[in-house]
């Protein structure tokens, strides 16, 4: 196995890291002109994270170390005024955020979401952030990550993010001789459009409810495959970043739903089809929310009854 070698920047970030979590004193020997700094440590959680099997399901210990270096107000901190300052709860909401968006399997996919949601504040220069799993077995693993306003991509706001139309197709949708025609209504308006296919028949049955939803998450992609298969406009997509690749370019996107479902920290409990296209509107801020049959659900998002399958 090749070791990679090391590049020219990463000495210095290496001792950048180094100094971040190490005492004052170190730091004054070290010389230069340090920024200010404010700093979380040893905060511990409860989450769930992983990428392997055993760890789906249950909750391990995460301890966080954030140090943040700020731009200096000394009118603020004359005036004791907390809010011209980065204040400590900037750091523990970042945490909090970020634990609640999604699941994830990486730790270094967290690192880099704090950095940069603490990154969005005014205040901050530069973010350490380590991150460390304490129950792995006999030894403590964790990544530890130095990122800085200068060198951070633009980060979009949440606000702008596409909303898109949902609409949940009944079974019969991929023979329906109306739905080619459907499709082109669809495509050819500018607004995003996400489809939601279901199954034709039940899915097989599981003794154990871990297993059922699988099952039944993998009927409905099951189900987004054979609606691909009909028209090569509807593209099946199946985490987060590919939905908002396709609704930013108003594209036809079918959701696979087993990936996003799993890793969402607030998912819907069971896998019935109009129980995901309305936990699926709300999550992401659909315009509209059409459902075959004449059903109609309540909630924040507009819905409007349609025959099955949807009619637009």
């Not at 970020?98 to 967290?110: D, F, K, P, S, V």
């Not at 209504?185 to 871990?210: F, G, N, W, Y």
């Not at 690749?245 to 896998?271: C, F, K, N, Q, Y």
């Amino acid at each position: 196995m090749t070791t990679r070698p090391a590049r020219a920047a990463d000495a210095p970030d290496q001792e950048a890291l180094r100094l971040a979590f190490a005492a004052p004193l170190d730091r004054a020997r070290a010389g230069g002109q340090p920024l200010d700094r404010i700093s979380l440590r040893e905060h511990v959680r409860e989450v769930e994270i992983g990428a392997f099997q055993p760890e789906r399901g249950v909750t391990q210990r995460i301890r966080f170390d954030i140090v943040a270096e700020v731009v200096p107000h000394p009118e603020a901190v004359a005036e004791d005024d907390v809010d011209g300052i980065l204040s400590y709860d900037t750091l523990i909401d970042a945490i909090d955020h970020e634990l609640a968006a999604e699941r994830l399997n990486l730790l270094e996919t967290l690192a880099e979401r704090l950095a940069a949601r603490v990154l969005l504040h005014d205040r901050a220069l530069r973010v350490f952030v380590r991150i460390e799993k304490l129950d792995r077995g006999p030894h403590v693993l964790g990544v530890e990550i130095v990122r800085s306003r200068a060198a951070q991509a633009p980060r979009l706001a949440e606000d702008d993010a596409p909303h898109p139309r949902v609409i949940l197709l009944g079974p019969g949708a991929p023979d329906d001789p109306d739905l080619p025609a459907m499709l082109d209504r669809l495509a050819r308006d500018p607004a995003p459009t996400v489809l939601i296919a279901t199954p034709r028949d039940p899915a097989p049955h599981a003794a154990h409810p871990m297993a059922q939803r699988r099952i039944d998450l993998l009927a409905l992609e099951q189900a987004a495959w054979l609606l691909a298969a009909r028209d090569r406009r509807c593209i099946v997509v199946d985490s987060r970043t590919e939905l908002d690749w396709s609704m930013r370019r108003g594209g036809l996107a079918v959701w696979a739903p087993s990936r996003i479902v799993l890793d969402s920290t607030h998912g819907p409990e069971g896998a019935d089809p109009a129980e995901l296209a309305r936990w699926f509107a709300a999550e992401f801020h659909a315009v509209e929310l059409v459902l075959p049959g004449g059903a109609r659900l309540g909630g924040p998002v507009p819905e409007r009854e349609a025959a099955a399958p949807a009619r637009v």
